[in-house]
């Protein structure tokens, strides 16, 4: 297989499976976070443990969800509990290994965005909001991140603290009280990033097959730090690529063709 | 004890202008028909309360009958941004919204709190988050046995909670299942419930541990096949996800989207939402 043989996107959501273990329990965000805790259970960890927020846990779905609460997620589930027994008892009591998310903006430290772009107040975009996050962020045992990489997303400062990974950096969770490790690894369309273990910083440790460290850098609104010797992600295997493209064909069939025009 | 009634006299019953209101559902069984309803009887000035704000709370928004909205996460799901709330958030059209932001965890605590008769809820939440620094609702309380400093927010005590459920037996008596989100607690936390049902039954067949609301906690219920359209009703049909989609450019222009509110809520009735899911039904 050669190198133009896969997209940035998909080496991205091959490289995030990488990350999760068998045994690991993680807390899953929509979007790209989803595909890439699926691809894990459907390749190399089949018996990972997945959550969505909606109380779903233990979920295989066949297709990926469009909401977090779609009903295969419930169907195919160990079990299904209500969303505040999910936030008490399953992430805040601290049985949740890894949270996976996704970010709008980010900075070098993990600190994420998702509620406005601009003052809180007179807001230039509205977004989502945090949903899960904020708690996530703190109560999970620590957090992969995953996201497309551009100047826009990746910025020098955020405009605000959604949920926060190591805030200034060093100590800054632990002066908070917050005992997990927080933000531990971001996996990018470009490469795969590792926090720093003293600054805490985003490191470029692996740069995805045809990338170069300007190209990161191209697409990054901080000055990229790179690890001392920089590795290459290995490429998707023939596995990887052929459940990833099999996924996204059966998802993408299963979310068109239902309208009917009338009202939503 | 649960009424049977209409659609519409049960909101004429249960929501007046200026109540604090929850229609309730994560994402599964939200319950598009009586929010709709509200909507055609002109409903003003609300306090709208609910953890994932999405497509029928966009429309009462940029409908202006919503003064203020408590949530945690407001978008169309998988989809984006919700553009009427935007609009009246970022230009103020059709008029400013207060808005009063929490956390998931927060607001299924608060929920929790409200079910349970507290004044507020505590957890371990918010840590390093600047949701605190804009909503003076966000304060601590020390932990009295370990010192411990832990996050508290109001208990949330809507006037009136509505949900949709898969079904109801005659003596008022409500099976919700699948996903089974907030709404207990919702409905337990509010003064009064409204409950739209796929269909009534002689015998709910539930699981002796289901989530089951017994009558004497509602206060009516209205039969309404479909009324959780376009999101879904686990066992009778599935999320009509194109639906979802479409909305996004619907809502994009205020033109656009006040057209589709008068084809498609003012002009229609209760009874249209049985049509909108007949194509579905078979995927479920």
């Not at chain 1, 329990?25 to 699926?38: D, L, R, Y």
């Not at chain 2, 037996?169 to 337990?188: M, S, T, W, Y």
Request: glycine share 8%; net charge negative.
């Amino acid at each position: 297989m050669t190198e133009t043989d896969f997209t940035p996107t998909e080496m991205m959501t091959i490289a995030a499976a990488r990350a999760l273990k068998n045994t690991d329990v993680c807390f899953v965000g929509i979007g790209a976070p989803s595909a890439a805790c699926n691809i894990a259970r459907l390749t190399h960890a089949p018996d990972v443990t997945l959550i969505y927020e909606s109380g779903t846990i233990g979920t295989a779905p066949s297709v990926l969800p469009l909401s977090i609460g779609d009903g295969e997620l419930c169907d195919t589930a160990v079990t299904t509990v209500s969303v505040p027994e999910m936030f008490r008892y399953w992430l805040q009591g601290g049985r949740v290994t890894v949270g996976f998310l996704g970010a709008a903006q980010i900075d070098r430290f993990g600190n994420i965005n998702t509620t406005v772009i601009g003052d809180y107040d007179h807001p230039k975009t509205r977004l989502p909001g945090g949903g899960g996050a904020p708690e996530i962020a703190s109560s999970c045992g620590e957090i992969f991140i995953t996201l497309k990489q551009s100047r826009r997303a990746m910025v020098e400062k955020i405009d605000f603290f959604t949920s926060f990974g190591h805030g200034e950096g060093g100590d800054h969770r632990a002066r908070l009280g917050i005992a997990t490790k927080g933000p531990t690894l971001m996996v990018t369309d470009l490469a795969v990033w590792r926090t720093d273990p003293v600054t805490h910083e985003f490191t470029v440790v692996l740069l995805h097959p045809g990338v170069t460290r300007e190209m990161v850098q191209a697409e990054c609104g901080w000055t990229v730090r790179f690890a001392d010797e920089v590795g290459e992600t290995p490429s998707p295997t023939e596995l990887e690529l052929t459940t990833l493209r099999d996924l996204n064909a059966r998802t993408k069939a299963a979310h068109s063709g239902t309208n009917t025009g009338e009202a939503a | 004890m649960a009424q049977f009634m209409t659609l519409p006299e049960a909101v004429a019953q249960n929501l007046t202008t200026g109540d604090t209101a929850a229609f309730e559902g994560f994402t599964h069984l939200i319950p598009h028909a009586s929010a709709h309803e509200a909507l055609r009887q002109g409903v003003k000035d609300l306090t709208l309360v609910r953890m994932t704000p999405d497509l029928v709370y966009d429309q009462m928004i940029g409908m202006g009958a919503v003064r203020k909205l408590i949530f945690s996460y407001a978008g169309n799901p998988g989809v984006g941004l919700l553009r009427r709330l935007r609009d009246s958030v970022e230009n103020g059209w059709p008029h400013a919204l207060e808005i009063e932001e929490h956390s998931h965890a927060a607001m299924a605590n608060a929920y929790e709190a409200g079910a349970a008769g507290l004044p507020f809820a505590v957890l371990r939440g918010y840590k390093g988050a600047e949701l605190a620094r804009v909503n003076p609702n966000i304060r601590s309380v020390t932990c009295p046995f370990t010192g411990e400093v832990l996050a508290a927010v109001p208990a949330i005590r809507p006037d009136v909670t509505f949900i949709h459920a898969q079904k109801a037996d005659r003596k008022g008596n409500v099976l919700i299942e699948g996903i089974v989100g907030v709404q207990k607690e919702a409905v337990l936390a509010a003064k009064r419930a409204v409950v739209t049902v796929e269909e009534i039954v002689d015998d709910l067949d539930a699981h002796p541990n289901a989530c089951v609301l017994p009558g004497w906690t509602v206060s009516a219920i209205c039969l309404v096949p479909g009324g959780a359209h376009p999101s879904y009703a686990h066992g009778y049909y599935p999320r009509d996800n194109a639906s979802y989609i479409a909305w996004d450019k619907i809502a994009a222009d205020r033109d656009t989207f006040l057209a589709w509110m008068k084809q498609n809520v003012l002009d229609a009735r209760p009874e249209d939402f049985d049509d909108r899911v007949s194509h579905l039904r078979s995927r479920s």
